[in-house]
């Protein structure tokens, strides 16, 4: 009954998400705002019929209907209630369901807004959302239905359908598979939410960019218009990559945060064109420019959405996060590059209309900078592209699968990510229309000159590899510049308001949100570098085997192994774990416990890290393999990885900058007055 509920939701959907489609088109060809209430009120009701359906899922897993494939799949009567629940995004089917859902949440909580000055658009987008949507559901219902069930024939194999085939029953399972031990880490709870609201909130700015090509506004309203929700689409995309680092930190045995994974990069790729356009659509909105390249920008970032979720789905590359081989795949190429013909072909229509209301007249004036880190992210990206369709072209030529490793990207993108940071800190310190070498470097000069003595004094610390020489000068030189823009900003309203110091600073910050929030953000971006330096830099491993009692040393660190223990334990895992003995310099700092559990139910195990952590160095020892007690020997793979944990606090901060970046202000046309005010203060 739940499982016919759920599915019938579904198609309902689909139905009244094609009817919007036509609904709003008419209206819109028709002048007809009956019609186009009635496409609104469509996508409205999408919302509450996906929740009903998603419910459903949650319904069956939580209560053990094993009958049903999908529970059956990523359930068993050990799991806890919480890892049950969020088992709904566990699988392939229910994280299709879980993705339409969060579209249709974000598409109606966009429809509700006041259309008065925008009207024309509302039709439009509309008709974006709900094509996205209703292609989604046409997967699930015709190819990954989350609610069939497995069916026992009389003389035959059971076959999985949604309704009985002739003089089948139901095949009632007692427990099922389990879900997959990766993913009952806290961060894969959190982590995959997280990627997916950000996938579907860059939808919202698509569908304005969309609308604006079909209406023929040429303006900035759009941009205005989608700020937030790109901001906010950006926020929870690096909440979902800085998430998926800290998981395959603590669970995959990496000794790192990133493995260049072909999933994780179709993650990484549309955040690289989001931050590219949440630069560029500035120089829209104060000097008229860069109208094409915004609407490329902003197609690209859709297609690369439904793109990373092609790879993740279809199962095309090999990854620790795909799911396994589907019949979606082709389904999202065709989408892809129908979507991607459609949205080039309107381009092209406007663009005669998209001219620029000004000219670059400065190679070093802010727009031009702006417009090189753009660039720069695109180069990026276009690294990242092909390192993740080399393996498919490959095989298409040569039949065989060739695949590129951390080395190649690493080579590739280095230089231009130190590119960028310089540029992050040049940029703040240039004017915009018109600036000169000259001007940039009596702005720069002081920043410059404190960085300079950072270098010097990594150089006495004993740091001679050049590259982590230019890390950590670029650096201290985008902190030194971040820094003295705050300081700039706050001395200029503490003269003009008599305000103390730190009044003026919070002051000032809480009337330019967009502007501090970017600085912030610039801050964290720092603090990971240094984490990215040292761990890519420096970071040393070793691995051995050794006997009870006997020591393994990396470094001034060395592990002396105690005793290992094996038991089962009563939610299904048998637990090898270790105690080991961590010394520093000949002294004994700490007990660590690294692990390894299988889990009986999925047949599949899972590594847990031992780690010593402060602020200088995570000491990481990883249970590899290990002798009965008789032969009283483990191997263990250890990493040193120093000042990764720069790399979360950083992240922090990131997060925390992209907050009051997207906090809304109270009063726009006041605060943007006194913000003019005291920018021309600071300059003068």
């Known amino acids: 009954m739940i499982a016919n509920l759920g599915y019938g939701s579904l198609v309902i959907t689909f139905l009244l998400s094609l009817y919007g489609v036509f609904a709003a088109v008419y209206g819109a060809r028709r002048n007809a705002p009956a019609w186009v209430d009635s496409a609104r009120n469509a996508m409205l009701l999408t919302f509450p019929l996906l929740t009903l359906s998603a419910l459903s899922i949650i319904y069956l897993l939580v209560n053990g209907n094993y009958e049903v494939e999908y529970v059956a799949s990523v359930t068993s009567n050990s799991m806890p209630m919480y890892l049950k629940v969020t088992a709904l995004w566990g699988g392939q089917a229910g994280s299709l369901v879980f993705w339409t859902w969060l579209m249709a949440a974000f598409a109606s909580a966009v429809t509700l807004r006041k259309w008065d000055r925008d009207r024309e658009f509302l039709p439009w987008v509309i008709v974006v959302a709900l094509i996205t949507l209703a292609f989604f559901l046409l997967m699930i219902i015709f190819f990954e239905n989350p609610f069939e069930r497995i069916w026992r024939l009389?003389?035959?194999?059971?076959?999985?359908?949604?309704?009985?085939?002739?003089?089948?029953?139901?095949?009632?399972?007692?427990?099922?598979?389990?879900?997959n031990p990766l993913l009952r880490h806290p961060g894969m709870i959190i982590?995959?939410?997280?990627?997916?609201?950000?996938?579907?909130?860059?939808?919202?700015?698509?569908?304005?960019?969309?609308?604006?090509?079909?209406?023929?506004?040429?303006?900035?309203?759009?941009?205005?218009?989608?700020?937030?929700?790109?901001?906010?689409?950006?926020l929870f995309l690096s909440l979902g990559l800085v998430l998926g680092g800290r998981w395959a930190y603590d669970v995959l045995g990496w000794g790192g945060y990133w493995g260049w994974d072909p999933v994780e990069i179709?993650?990484?790729?549309?955040?690289?064109?989001?931050?590219?356009?949440?630069?560029?659509?500035?120089?829209?909105?104060?000097?008229?420019?860069?109208?094409?390249?915004?609407?490329?920008?902003?197609?690209?970032?859709?297609?690369?959405?439904?793109?990373?979720?092609?790879?993740?789905?279809?199962?095309?590359?090999?990854?620790?996060?795909?799911?396994?081989?589907?019949?979606?795949?082709?389904?999202?190429?065709?989408?892809?590059?129908?979507?991607?013909i459609a949205s080039v072909a309107l381009l092209l229509y406007r663009w005669s209309e998209l001219k620029a209301e000004a000219e670059m007249t400065s190679l070093f004036s802010r727009e031009a900078l702006f417009l090189l880190n753009n660039l720069l992210f695109l180069g990026i990206l276009v690294v990242c592209f092909w390192g993740v369709i080399f393996p498919l072209i490959s095989e298409l030529v040569t039949g065989q699968k060739v695949t590129v490793g951390p080395p190649f990207y690493e080579r590739a993108t280095g230089p231009q990510f130190a590119a960028l940071l310089l540029l992050m800190g040049v940029a703040p310190l240039a004017a915009w229309r018109h600036s000169t070498a000259k001007t940039l470097g009596r702005a720069i000069?002081?920043?410059?000159?404190?960085?300079?003595?950072?270098?010097?004094?990594?150089?006495?610390?004993g740091v001679t590899n050049w590259a982590a020489l230019l890390g950590f000068w670029l650096s201290a030189f985008v902190a030194s510049v971040t820094l003295y823009e705050f300081w700039r900003g706050a001395l200029a309203r503490h003269r003009t308001s008599g305000e103390s110091l730190p009044l003026a600073l919070w002051r000032l910050m809480g009337r330019n949100r967009r502007r501090y929030g970017g600085y912030i953000i610039h801050l964290g971006v720092v603090l990971m570098a240094?984490?990215?330096?040292?761990?890519?830099?420096?970071?040393?491993?070793?691995?051995?085997?050794?006997?009870?009692?006997?020591?393994?040393?990396?470094?001034?660190?060395?592990?002396?192994?105690?005793e290992l223990a094996n038991f089962d334990t009563p939610d299904g895992r048998n637990v090898a774990r270790a105690v080991v003995s961590v010394y520093k310099d000949g002294e004994k700092v700490r007990e660590l416990y690294p692990r390894r559990d299988y889990y009986y139910e999925s047949q599949q195990p899972m590594t847990i890290p031992?780690?010593?952590?402060?602020?200088?160095?995570?000491?990481?020892?990883?249970?590899?393999?290990?002798?009965?007690?008789?032969?009283?020997?483990?191997?263990?793979?250890?990493?040193?990885?120093?000042?990764?944990?720069?790399?979360?606090?950083?992240?922090?901060?990131?997060?925390?900058?992209?907050?009051?970046?997207?906090?809304?202000?109270?009063?726009?046309?006041?605060?943007?007055?006194?913000?003019?005010?005291?920018?021309?203060?600071?300059?003068?």
Not at 268 to 293: C, D, N, Y
Request: hydrophobic letters at 55%.
């Open 530 to 562: 240094i984490g990215v330096i040292g761990i890519e830099l420096f970071q040393t491993e070793t691995q051995g085997t050794i006997a009870q009692g006997e020591r393994l040393t990396l470094g001034r660190f060395a592990i002396q192994f105690d």
């Open 610 to 684: 031992g780690v010593r952590s402060t602020w200088e160095d995570d000491f990481y020892v990883l249970l590899v393999d290990w002798q009965p007690v008789s032969a009283s020997g483990a191997t263990f793979k250890v990493y040193h990885n120093p000042l990764v944990n720069w790399l979360w606090l950083g992240s922090i901060i990131f997060i925390l900058g992209t907050m009051v970046a997207a906090w809304p202000d109270k009063d726009p046309e006041t605060e943007a007055r006194m913000v003019r005010r005291t920018l021309v203060a600071a300059r003068a």
């Open 445 to 461: 000069w002081r920043p410059a000159l404190f960085s300079l003595l950072v270098l010097a004094a990594v150089i006495v610390s």
């Open 266 to 340: 179709a993650a990484f790729m549309p955040w690289l064109t989001g931050t590219a356009f949440l630069h560029s659509v500035m120089i829209q909105e104060k000097r008229g420019m860069l109208k094409h390249w915004n609407m490329v920008l902003v197609i690209l970032t859709y297609d690369l959405v439904i793109f990373g979720t092609f790879l993740t789905r279809s199962g095309v590359l090999s990854s620790v996060h795909a799911f396994a081989q589907s019949a979606i795949g082709p389904l999202f190429f065709v989408f892809i590059g129908l979507t991607l």
């Open 154 to 179: 009389p003389f035959g194999q059971p076959v999985k359908a949604m309704f009985p085939p002739a003089g089948a029953e139901l095949l009632i399972q007692p427990d099922g598979r389990g879900l």
């Open 191 to 234: 982590h995959p939410p997280m990627l997916y609201l950000g996938f579907v909130s860059f939808v919202i700015p698509y569908a304005f960019a969309i609308a604006a090509l079909v209406t023929g506004r040429t303006d900035d309203r759009w941009i205005r218009l989608t700020r937030r929700w790109t901001l906010v689409a950006w």
